[in-house]
């Protein structure tokens, strides 16, 4: 089915789940969208109702919502551990989906959705929101064009700042992980998107005693993901003190040029070595040097974490997933990459609980 957007609201989009911190960003991206309205929102934790007051919606049952005919599309939002079970549901229930990512606890739950976008049909799209940088677009662009020559070796480091990995949302029963599972997906997403699924990984998941939080889980992470043609390095910090993600670079090293993106503030940089069709030396950008902070603060319906402020990854990704829903265009991040992911962040785990071993992935 197709909706025409034009000047009146016809499409409508509302919430399963409201506990994660992005679900305020997406809620006022769809807010702002010209021919989406919402159609209220549904959880079962007490901070519904401050969330509804704070951002103008309607409180009601989950039952209500997937029985609504003008509900064409839900955000779902809750813990982890209900994420695979309510987008489920809702797929049944004819609905598009816009699932806060990882979409689920591992595997398990990734697998299920999988089948359910088979059995249903259904547009399914994973909120991989920082995949959305004009960098990363550029990086995508320059690989496929053969411009960097032969890419032998990746590295990309990410991080998790504001001090996320010692809060609850990190640290969820039947989790794999903490801020690597919960934060470092957006990397391995980036990753994927660019060199698609390595054959095996060996991986090193480190806790120091005494150093940080002793309730947290990982501190930090080394991982190397193995191709045929390269070789992808990944290191991950739980604690960066920075509060946008300036350090989450990714840097592809080819026999004919090098080229460096970080998401926000978005910039890259790429170097040339004058055989490629490009003259000899640096070409840099950046989209801007004063993004508006990623998490601004916390609020009466996001106590634990700040809320995300900066708009501009989550217009682009409701534009995204619009567009599938109104073409039927393939999903921008289908089920599969969301499995995909779980799978490479299950088998960094598996060799760091064997030191280091390969483990191997299958298709």
Known sequence: MTYAIGTEPTIGVACLGITHPHTSGRVKAFQRMTGAVMKGAYDDSPL????????????????????????????????????????????????????????????????RLVEAVEETGGLFQVGYCWRYAPSVDKMQEVLQSGRLGKVLQVRA?????????????????????????????????????????????????????????ETAREDAAGAVLNYDDKIITLDFMSWDPLPWTENWDMTAYGTEGVMSSRPLPASYKIYDSGRNGYQEGWTEWNETSFPEIWAVRKTVYSPELAEIGNPVYFDREAEKFVNSLCTGAPSNVPATQAHNINLILEALFESSAQKGSEVLLTP
């Not at 839900?74 to 049944?92: D, F, Q, R, T």
């Not at 609850?168 to 980036?190: E, F």
């Open 48 to 111: 519904l109702d401050p969330f509804c007051e704070a951002l103008g919606l309607e409180a009601r049952t989950k039952e209500e919502i997937l029985a609504d005919p003008e509900v064409h599309a839900v955000l779902i939002h809750p813990k982890s551990y209900l994420m695979a079970e309510w987008a489920i549901e809702a797929l049944k229930a004819g609905k598009a989906v816009l699932c806060e990512k990882p979409a689920g606890r591992g595997s398990m739950d990734t697998i």
């Open 157 to 213: 480091h990410a991080g998790c700042s504001h001090d996320e990995a010692g809060t609850s949302h990190m640290k969820q029963p039947g989790d794999i992980g903490g801020a690597l599972y919960v934060i470092g997906c957006h990397t391995i997403d980036r990753l994927l998107l660019h060199f698609g699924m390595p054959n095996s990984v060996n991986a090193r998941v480190t806790k120091f005693a005494g150093q940080m939080d």
